[in-house]
């Protein structure tokens, strides 16, 4: 539910309304995953036209972006850095030869960039927090299945790096895979994130907050005046997400 400045504003009281600690997963701005799989889709067709085209209006939409999020000069400044480095990334793509590891390098630059830029808000509102990168403690298995007792054991050690720290931020979807390559949890997967970093800290709690209140009686976007079911058994959840429910990750 990142997609607008106003939205990392809001996403920004919901994380600092009480003291208990709290980890942030984020997903990328709205579009963005779609918008590169487009590239990578355009690079794979070798269309380097189409894959620049979109590349920069991807870019501009993250230049606006960060105008609207960030008031100081020096904020923007670092945040135009940032949009420089991972652009800078995606240009060089279109000259080197393709492969599988280099398509999901190419997805992760959203969550990399979301998270960063969210980091810079906050500081600008002045919110204490650390962000730590999910590349050093999401992992998935030869099996493309998570490893939770890995993910377990690496992010309390990056946890415990940040004694003070209450508050911290992370990128959703995004994590390495058994060969330490950059993979992703699949489309839809920053919730799995969620869900993962939540039974790996044993947390009390784990919220989704995205573009719908909840799951509905029935898909919204093909029945009108549907309404959000109260309460699920998680059965009932994984079975609606497994026939196409997208609030949840099927897995
Ligand atoms: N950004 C990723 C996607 O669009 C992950 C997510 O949104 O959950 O699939
Ligand atoms: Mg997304």
Same mark, same amino acid.
């Given at each position: %539910? ?15 309304r ?7 997963? =984020? %997903?990328a !701005? %709205?579009?963005? *995953? &779609?918008? =590169?799989v487009?590239i990578?889709?355009? +690079?794979?067709? &070798?269309?380097k036209?189409?894959a620049?085209?979109k ?8 230049r ?10 020096? !904020? $923007? ?5 940032? /949009?420089?480095e991972h652009f800078?990334?995606?240009?060089? *793509? $279109?000259?080197?030869?393709?492969s599988?590891? +280099?398509?999901k390098? /190419? =997805? #992760? $630059?959203?969550?990399l960039?979301?998270?960063? +830029? ?14 730590? @990168? #999910?590349l ?14 890995a ?12 004694p003070?720290?209450?508050?911290f ?11 330490g ?6 489309r839809?997967?920053?919730?799995? *994130?969620?869900?993962?970093? #939540? #039974? ?7 919220e989704?907050?995205?573009?719908i209140?909840?799951?509905h009686n029935?898909? @919204? ?9 109260? $309460?699920?058994?998680?059965d009932?959840a994984?079975?609606?997400a497994y ?6 990750h099927?897995t």
């Amino acid at each position: %539910s990142v997609g607008k400045p106003e939205r990392m504003h809001q996403v920004s009281e919901l994380i600092t309304r009480d003291a208990e600690p709290t980890i942030v997963v =984020l %997903s990328a !701005l %709205s579009g963005t *995953t &779609n918008s =590169l799989v487009e590239i990578s889709n355009s +690079l794979a067709e &070798n269309d380097k036209k189409s894959a620049s085209e979109k590349i920069a209006v991807l870019e501009a939409h993250y230049r606006s972006f960060i105008q609207t999020l960030l008031k100081e000069a020096s !904020l $923007q400044q670092k945040a135009n850095e940032i /949009i420089d480095e991972h652009f800078e990334f995606l240009k060089i *793509t $279109q000259r080197i030869s393709l492969s599988d590891a +280099l398509v999901k390098d /190419i =997805l #992760a $630059q959203g969550e990399l960039m979301s998270t960063k +830029l969210f980091s810079l808000y906050l500081e600008q509102i002045g919110v204490d927090h650390a962000l730590i @990168p #999910a590349l050093e403690f999401m992992r998935i298995d030869a099996n493309d299945e998570p490893d939770l007792s890995a993910i377990e054991e690496k992010i309390n050690i990056v946890l415990a790096n940040h004694p003070s720290k209450k508050l911290f931020i992370t990128q959703g979807y995004i994590c390495r895979n058994a060969k330490g390559e950059v993979d992703n949890l699949k489309r839809g997967g920053s919730d799995y *994130t969620a869900s993962l970093i #939540a #039974a790996a800290v044993k947390a009390s709690v784990c919220e989704i907050w995205t573009d719908i209140d909840g799951m509905h009686n029935n898909d @919204p976007r093909v029945v009108d005046k549907t309404v959000a079911i109260e $309460q699920l058994s998680f059965d009932e959840a994984a079975e609606l997400a497994y026939f196409g429910a997208k609030i949840l990750h099927p897995t």
